[in-house]
């Protein structure tokens, strides 16, 4: 366990499990959902991040180069491969400090991704809350796709107020796979401030996101800032429970199998080519006014 402190805030990180935040506090709050004793699993955590790419491709398969690429199921999403591979392998500390964690993940060509890679992950502690970056170099001597999130888990109480300002979502097939865009409350739409409890199951891209969102707590408030690559916003608001994921991703899912000339998001990396993505959370203790 990696634990890191700065004032008011305090964050606990296991570079084994996927590099996974355990703990996220700030002023004795709960910022992100804490992990139980004993977790084996990502999906219990706080926060992973999502490389070489993010969410669902449909089936594992796509086309790339010319070649018909084949990945094996998720376990636990079968037929589906899901967030890349970075979230289910330990992670090397490459230097930590008593605010700072800096973490790399070599990764050669196999069956989980057939071109090799190198990823970076940090994560830094400040007055203003934490900082966190991902980043991918394409380590293979071919061009190679790529794509990059951060999957982080917020705590929510009943009361909790999410403000995301978004235009459209992608709504799913049956197989939960994206199949056509929509305006962002035909399902439900964030951008003036919807209570979380309220809305319905949410597990959805939205595009035209402006890179920031609030969590609006009631006694305190939680902010969310994205780099500009991030474009599209996972939500997964499952509705019952006490958390929800407001996922910075830099391509919609599904995007390795968009149609030719959509703007899904996906980038080509050229070997020794790198991209990156960031994320900051802050809190303050002052309530904000909602345009409702």
């Known amino acids: 366990m990696i634990d890191l402190a700065h004032g008011d805030w305090s964050l606990a990180l296991r570079s084994e499990l996927g590099a996974a935040v355990t703990r996220l506090t700030w002023s004795g709050h709960d910022i992100l959902r804490p992990t139980p004793e004993g977790a084996t699993h990502p999906l219990e955590t706080g926060s992973f991040p999502l490389v070489p790419y993010a969410n669902r491709i449909d089936r594992g398969r796509f086309g790339f180069g010319g070649r018909d690429i084949g990945l094996p199921p998720t376990p636990g999403f079968e037929p589906h491969a899901l967030h890349g591979v970075g979230w289910m392998r330990g992670w090397t500390v490459r230097q930590t400090g008593a605010a700072f964690v800096d973490l790399v993940l070599t990764a050669g060509a196999s069956a989980d991704w057939p071109w090799a890679w190198t990823a970076s992950h940090s994560l830094r502690l400040d007055d203003d809350g934490v900082g966190m970056m991902l980043s991918i170099t394409n380590d293979d001597p071919e061009p190679m796709p790529a794509g990059l999130g951060l999957h982080p888990y917020f705590t929510v109480s009943p009361g909790t107020v999410l403000t995301a300002p978004a235009a459209r979502v992608w709504l799913t097939d049956a197989n939960e796979i994206p199949d056509r865009p929509a305006p962002a409350s035909s399902l439900i739409d964030w951008s003036h401030g919807a209570a979380v409890s309220s809305a319905p199951f949410v597990d959805n891209a939205y595009a035209g996101?402006?890179?920031t969102a609030?969590?609006?707590?009631?006694?305190?408030?939680?902010?969310?800032?994205?780099?500009?690559?991030?474009?599209?916003?996972?939500?997964y608001a499952p509705g019952a429970g006490d958390f929800a994921c407001l996922e910075p991703v830099t391509h919609r899912p599904n995007a390795h199998n968009a149609p030719s000339g959509e703007d899904a998001g996906l980038v080509t990396l050229a070997p020794g080519q790198t991209l990156s993505v960031s994320m900051r959370i802050g809190a303050t203790g002052a309530t904000i006014g909602e345009d409702r």
């Open 214 to 235: 609030i969590l609006n707590h009631g006694g305190h408030i939680v902010t969310v800032a994205a780099s500009a690559n991030a474009r599209w916003l996972q939500v």
């Open 209 to 211: 996101w402006a890179g």
